[in-house]
């Protein structure tokens, strides 16, 4: 099965960048669709970006312009480069396959975005 791992999070101030990674392990190819999603407490999982085995990237509209997907498919990461961070882009941030694999969610990693 697929595994993914999560890290980078963690607090800054409005308007600051942060880069986060997702390590992915098992059964992965690198045609498969990857996504980042975030969750906030009492919400919705949101898809905020995902990027096909080529490159070729698509975001969302809370994101686009300032967030950046990428990924490295000989090391089986992928990035997400945050920038002109706000407060509502505060939640756990996951990675997973564009049409997630339910048993393959990471821990997350934690995003504050706080004066």
């Known amino acids: 099965q697929v595994q993914f791992v999560e890290s980078g999070g963690g607090l800054v101030q409005p308007g600051g960048s942060l880069n986060l990674s997702c390590a992915v392990s098992?059964?992965?190819?690198?045609?498969?669709?990857m996504g980042w999603f975030r969750q906030a407490p009492g919400q919705q999982r949101e898809l905020l970006a995902h990027?096909?085995?080529?490159?070729?990237?698509n975001y969302a509209d809370s994101v686009q312009g300032r967030f950046t997907i990428s990924r490295d498919n000989a090391k089986n990461t992928a990035f997400l480069q945050m920038n002109s961070l706000k407060p509502e882009d505060t939640p756990v941030y996951y990675c997973?396959?564009?049409?997630?694999?339910?048993?393959?969610w990471g821990p997350g990693t934690q995003v504050t975005v706080s004066s």
């Open positions: 098992g059964k992965f190819s690198s045609s498969f669709i």
């Open positions: 990027i096909t085995g080529g490159g070729r990237a």
């Open positions: 997973n396959l564009r049409v997630p694999l339910s048993r393959s």
